[in-house]
């Protein structure tokens, strides 16, 4: 199926007034409607910049952006009609209710989620009537993602979405990232979490020093920076030993077929790598 | 109802939830308590004093206060983010300011008329707090932008009235001589004074009343287009 696209973005470039060099240094990408794509990348690689940019809080760019064909430039604040934003820190009235700040956000729009919905399934009804000043960090992560779905956008921006979740509910906003995905949401994702990468994003971009270095999904990644090979565990001797055999003609492969018939078999992994290597070595950063 | 209504309604009423609107009730209801133990003449004459100081240094120091525990809470982030504009926001914040202003000028005045009988130009007063509150806005905002965090801020508006309000209070005390006056309307301070003691005495100087005027709206003018609005942008952008 043909989609179209949310983003498209051409050699742009973005510097702060009291930086000396820009910060984004001729980035090129797209989006397209309805898939989740990730910008990852070291801190100060741009991420975030680029983020602001996309959402209009940072204007005085060069280069091209198009939102749904239109100069980004061109749209006026109804642009926030159709967007959600999901920043990492928490954004609330501490001093209100959640159900308070919910509803002080919702009214500036025209088209509204079902605010019961969402922080019901994101376990925060019952805690409606809770000054956020209350909330624990969870929660405020929590009540910033329904803050984000609050106007049913079409295209969401999430921060670093899971940060600060226990798994339990690390799980429930992911499967309703990947539900608003299915029906047709389109979701920018910045994040360092490897396993929000994995299990979410559709393509992802590295950003390193304000350019992007790499773009491409999370399966060709793999690909690309894994090893081809099969790597096999087994018990001789009473020890533990491992054996690496390459994927090229595994099937011809006497030694390894002899040792699947062996029985002595315990772990068979292919050699594909893990995001979080794939990280490092294409940013030459550790995460921390 | 209009972006703009929906954020006034919901800064007003944050107002209250932060307590900032019954802080500055409170220092009005010590003015009041300070009336009843002081003549009329004395009342007369100190009542300008106490509307200029919550005009000219409360109002920034509540607005400041406001300005850092949003940025803390990121609230502003938020806002830009949804339909309406940042100039829509900064209206409303200087809306609620000029509220602190004519709230204390109100509170004030009827507490003169009520303990002491006393009645004047309430229209004037109304309108130069007005002025002088959307000016001193400005200026809260200048200072507070500035300004890493409240303490900061505080600093900033200590030197602030150091060198501009001190001086107008030393006037109302004749410290500073009369002939002295005209040079004294640079201060934004000394400008608020002048008018609001002007609509409380009833003695007006024609001249100086309207160079205070115009003084003070296209302070605020300026300030808003070019120190306040740009910088308002970044520090949210920058959160």
């Known amino acids: 199926m043909e989609t179209g696209v949310a983003f498209s973005v051409k050699d742009l470039y973005f510097k702060y007034p009291t930086s000396r060099e820009d910060t984004i240094k001729g980035v090129s990408f797209d989006v397209h409607e309805g898939e989740i794509f990730g910008l990852l990348g070291p801190s100060g690689a741009g991420k975030s910049t680029t983020q602001k940019i996309l959402i209009k809080l940072l204007e005085d760019y060069r280069g091209s952006i198009e939102y749904f064909g239109k100069d980004l430039k061109s749209m006026d604040s109804s642009f926030y009609e159709e967007i959600g934003v999901g920043f990492e820190v928490p954004v609330h009235f501490s001093k209100l209710t959640a159900l308070e700040n919910m509803r002080f956000f919702s009214g500036f729009y025209r088209k509204t989620a079902d605010m019961q919905e969402l922080m019901e399934r994101v376990g925060l009804w019952e805690y409606r009537d809770v000054k956020v000043g209350e909330y624990s960090k969870g929660m405020k992560v929590r009540l910033n993602f329904v803050r984000a779905m609050l106007n049913k956008p079409r295209v969401l921006f999430l921060d670093e979405v899971t940060n600060g979740l226990d798994p339990k509910n690390a799980r429930i906003i992911k499967d309703m990232i990947a539900e608003y995905r299915d029906k047709g949401g389109t979701v920018f994702l910045s994040t360092h979490l490897m396993n929000d990468v994995e299990q979410l994003c559709d393509r992802i971009a590295f950003c390193v020093d304000g350019r992007l270095v790499e773009i491409s999904t999370p399966r060709d990644l793999k690909l690309k920076y894994g090893k081809r090979e099969v790597r096999v565990e087994y018990r001789e001797d009473g020890n533990i030993a491992s054996a690496a055999f390459p994927l090229e003609d595994i099937g011809y492969n006497d030694e390894f077929l002899g040792l699947l018939r062996s029985g002595k078999v315990e772990t068979i992994h292919s050699g594909e790598t893990t995001m979080e290597e794939i990280f490092i070595i294409v940013t030459g950063v550790e995460l921390k | ?239």
């Open chain 2, 1 to 239: 109802m209009s972006s703009l209504k929906k954020l006034i309604a919901g800064e007003l009423k944050r107002l209250v939830r932060y307590k900032i609107l019954p802080v500055s009730l409170a220092t009005v209801i010590i003015w009041i308590v300070l009336f009843l133990f002081i003549s009329e003449r004395e009342a007369r004459e100190i009542a300008p004093l106490l509307i200029f100081v919550d005009v000219a240094a409360m109002s920034i120091l509540l607005l400041g206060a406001s300005h850092h525990l949003e940025k803390q809470e990121g609230t502003i982030r938020s806002m830009m983010v949804m339909p309406g504009s940042p100039g829509q926001i900064l209206a409303t914040k200087t809306v609620a300011s000029m509220v602190l202003a004519l709230e204390s000028a109100v509170a004030t005045s009827a507490a003169l008329f009520f303990i002491h009988g006393v009645t004047f130009n309430y229209a004037a007063l109304l309108l130069f707090v007005t002025i002088a509150g959307a000016a001193h806005a400005a200026i809260g905002f200048a200072l507070s932008l500035r300004s890493r965090d409240f303490t900061s801020m505080l600093g900033l508006l200590m030197a602030y009235m150091f060198l501009f309000t001190i001086p107008s209070i030393l006037f109302h005390f004749d410290v500073i001589y009369a002939k002295y006056e005209w040079l004294l309307m640079v201060s934004p301070s000394h400008a608020t004074n002048h008018l609001i003691t002007s609509a409380v005495s009833g003695n007006f100087k024609i001249g100086m009343t309207i160079a205070g005027c115009l003084y003070l709206v296209i302070l605020a003018a300026v300030l808003f287009k070019f120190a306040v609005y740009p910088r308002f942008k970044d520090n949210a952008a920058r959160g």
